[in-house]
């Protein structure tokens, strides 16, 4: 569920956390036998202690970690994953715990006496350590709130493709970062019909989806993301952007500018919500 403002605003978090911060000791619960790729979780554990975070980055809905000596940590979240920072124990030693201990996935213990908790309720949630990260992010399409990313580019990964412009939407090879939630807010906004076949937006209807994407998102961010379920930040607290969506889970609800039922259909076998009004 985390979609890119929930994974930006963690990693926003995150950063003056744990940058300079050196692993000292990482665990991996044995329940979690899928979270670690491509090799043993002992193995994983073994390479990230003692290695210091010198950068946090995102591409799409992937945390990038870059770790002295070439390494990088990649994090996804999927489903119901979540990192959290508890901060190192006051003088007093008293600390604060995991919110869930139930579902700690995963444990990094930092030099200053901070930890990183990898919770997950539904355990989809993986991680990589790399020397290559193209094997992991190589094939994302662009960053839907970067520079490359104009409507002209938007135009381009419309063109020739006759699934819903939701699909293409949601494709990670399409554009990275935008899931179900920002995908139905975004249609919503360049009141486009989300089962429309992409290649038949109009050059203006393409142009204005792209105006949409970038303030769907950029409002998401500065409301910390969206909990719906189980997504929290870096604090393990919500974000706020669940009050103010549009149309996503409103079904049946007026729409705030016609007054019309939200409409929910299955577009691409995802629960699809919209104004069958405003969204031609
Ligand atoms: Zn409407």
């Known amino acids: 569920m985390p979609e890119l403002p929930e994974v930006e605003t963690i990693r926003r978090d995150l950063t003056s956390r744990i940058i300079g911060r050196t692993v000292v000791e990482a665990w991996v619960s044995p329940d979690a036998p899928r979270l670690v790729q491509d090799e043993t979780p002992e193995s994983f554990c073994r390479r990230l202690a003692g290695r210091t975070i010198e950068e946090l980055d995102r591409r799409g809905k992937y945390l990038l970690l870059r770790l002295a000596g070439g390494l990088t940590w990649i994090v996804h979240l999927r489903m119901t994953g979540g990192l959290i920072h508890l901060p190192p124990p006051k003088a007093d030693g008293a600390r604060n715990g995991c919110r869930d201990e139930r579902f700690l996935r995963a444990r990094f213990r930092l030099d200053d006496g901070g930890e990183l908790c990898y919770v997950d309720l539904r355990k989809l949630g993986t991680m990589w350590l790399v020397e290559d990260e193209s ?4 094939k994302l399409g662009p960053e839907p709130l970067g520079e490359a990313f104009d409507p002209q580019e938007m135009r381009r990964l ?9 699909s293409v939407l949601m494709d ?6 935008i899931g179900n939630i920002y995908a139905d807010e975004s249609l919503f906004e360049a009141r486009i019909r989300p089962a429309k076949a992409a290649r038949r937006l109009s050059r203006v209807a393409a142009e204005r989806l792209h105006w949409a994407i970038r303030k769907v998102l950029v409002e998401a961010l500065g409301n910390r993301g969206s909990s719906f ?14 009050l103010r969506v549009k149309v996503f889970r409103r079904t049946g609800e007026p729409c705030y500018v016609c007054g019309t039922a939200i409409r929910r259909i299955k577009v691409g076998g995802r629960s699809t919500h919209y104004c069958p009004r405003c969204q031609r």
């Open 229 to 242: 379920r189980d997504y929290v930040d870096a604090e393990g607290e919500q974000g706020m952007h669940q």
């Open 135 to 138: 094997s992991v992010v190589g």
């Open 158 to 166: 419309l063109a020739k493709r006759a699934a819903p412009v939701k």
């Open 172 to 177: 990670q090879r399409a554009i990275a970062g």
